[in-house]
């Protein structure tokens, strides 16, 4: 499952973080925010042991989506060890995320 987090442990579990990790900055009133929460919460289960995935509340947590330029909802930035890596903006399907996830582990 992706975990909620707040612009107070953005630092700590995203850009102290290794490995690769997902944050979904998104929104409840976001239709194709809401409309993505499923493909998402499969992604998390099916990829649990390769990525952390993350959903921060663009409007309750402006300084990370300040940080990153956010603009539009839903987008979801990768990161590895903290750096980010891709953004993509627009709701995305399981196998979009599992693509990128993918082609990211090559890298």
Not at 21 to 42: I, K, N, R, T
Request: hydrophobic share 40%.
């Amino acid at each position: 499952m992706p975990e909620n987090i707040t612009d107070a442990q953005f630092e700590e579990e995203v850009l102290k973080g290794e490995g690769i990790s997902l944050v979904d900055f998104w929104a409840p009133w976001c239709g194709p925010c809401v409309q993505m929460s499923q493909a998402l919460e499969a992604f998390a289960e099916a990829n649990k042991e390769k990525i952390k995935v993350f959903k921060l509340d663009a409007d309750d947590n402006p300084k990370a989506s300040d940080k990153y330029n956010i603009r539009s909802i839903p987008t979801i930035i990768f990161f590895r060890n903290g750096q980010p890596i891709e953004t993509v903006q627009g709701a995305m399907s399981q196998s979009s995320l599992q693509e990128k996830l993918d082609k990211l582990l090559e890298d």
